[in-house]
Each structure stands twice: as C-alpha cells, then as structure tokens.
C-alpha cells in the first residue's frame, strides 16, 4: 500500500470548502489526525455524499500530474519542461498543517490509515516541526475549530465547539504570526529593515470592508504573496500583533488563503488576559 501510494500519477483527495484546505479528521482508533486519497474518483464521491447525510461538507479534489514549460536563465527564448506530480505536492504540504496520517482506498479494496511519514522522504516531516517558521498545531487547531464553526447550525455540536475553541486561543497565544511588510523603494533586498519605514498591506473584501492579513507560517504567507514579489514576511509574537494595523481595517483576517478566520483587534488582549499572557 506504502509502495502503491508513492507511485501514484493521479488521485483524489477530500477538500473541506469551509477551510480551503484538505478535511481532516480524528481516527478513532489511533487518534491520528488524518486526510482522505483515493485512486478512483466514484469512491472518493460516494465519500462525499456519505459526509453530506452526516452536515459535513467536503469535496473532490483531482490531483494528477501536470506538464510546465519553464524558461531556462542561459537562454530566455528555451523553454524546459518539467512535470509537477500534484500526489506527491498535496502529501508532502501535509506534515506543515499538522496531518500525520493518510487515510488511502486503493481500486476496489478497502481503505487502509497509516502515517504520512511513511510515504514521505525519510526525516521530512521532522524537517517542518522543527523549523520555526511553521507551525502545524496552530493550523490543525484551527482547521477544526473552522470546519466545525461553519457546519450548518442544526449539527454543530456546541461543547465540542467550545473545546476547539479553547485549544486553538491556547495555541495561538504562545505562536509567532507572520505579518507581510512592504519594503521602502531600494531597500527590498536588504536584510535589515526598519519596520517605521515599511507599508502594510490589507486585504480588501468585496462585502465586508478591509483586512489586515496574518498568517500562522511562511507557507500560508507564500499562497498569499505568489503574485507579490515586493511583500516580505515579518515574524512576530501573538502579544504583539496589535503594534501592526492596517487604518480603517475591520478586522486582521488570519490565514486569508487557507482558513479565513477573522479576529478583531480589540479580542487579542481578551484572549492574552483569558490565558495569563502579558501584552508586549
């Protein structure tokens, strides 16, 4: 099964549309923290429907192996084709939201759990718990606070709720935050940067005003600065977030591109004072 998995060209994998990212869920057996493959697409719909009688939303995600054209640096008029395996891309991002097992249902056998470690590069998952600039339990805490929270109303289960609540606040109060800064003119490869010279970026929605994005790792600020070559990622304690404020904000929007939980300013002290943290 180890075997059959890391082969894969292409296959399908459960999305949660609440939180952008793969649904997760607790194994009751093992208590691993697990996301859902599959090698045919028929097995992972009837999964879908299966979780819809229960109020879960989840959906079909198509991972396969997909053909890109790069430019070579000697010669900008050669192009280099290189073959990105979407499998391989989607188990190796797991270990970085703190999913440690996989859940696979290979052609007409049944589904079988085992550890992502087990499918990746030996040593790899212990390479993002031990840098600091990711932080996995942060993001799995608040993965299931989300897809809880935003479940239809008659099946949330408020105790449960209340715990996951509770032990995301805990999380976050002891986490570094990623704030995105915009560098003065000159000075954006300096490594050095003095913050009163720096911009700030908001984020703006269509229906509900501006933002000022935060993130819980360098690779939630990565899917949000793709496009923007000039944002530089500053990494801060939670008790110091409110020193960096976007003007006429409503809110600071943590983790824009994964899964959108607002905070107002006004509840970081509330959440520092709840759990004994002193503001900076």
Known sequence: MVSEIKELKEAYALFSPLTNMPYVECEKETYNDQAFLFAAKEDAEKAVQKYQKEGILVTVKELKTVELKMQTKTDKQEEKRIYLNQVRQHLSTLPMIGINAICYRPFGKEAQSMEV???????????????????PTL???????????RRKK????????QEMD??????LVKAKLVVAVVPPEGKEQEQQLDLKECKL??????SKGNFFPVFTDLWEFQKYAQRRKDLRPIQVPFADVTKFWVE????????????????????????LEKFGVSAS
């Open 154 to 161: 008659e099946f949330v289960d408020r105790k449960k709720l």
């Open 201 to 206: 970026p908001y984020l703006k929605h269509q």
């Open 248 to 271: 006429d904000a409503k809110a600071y929007m943590l983790n824009p591109m994964g899964f959108s939980l607002p905070l107002a300013k006004e509840m970081v002290p509330k959440i």
């Open 139 to 149: 993001q799995l805490t608040g993965m299931y606070l989300m897809q809880e929270a």
């Open 117 to 135: 470690s087990e499918v990746l590069p030996e040593g790899y998952d212990k390479k993002i718990t031990d840098n600091p600039f990711y932080q």
């Open 166 to 171: 509770e032990e995301f606040s805990s999380n």
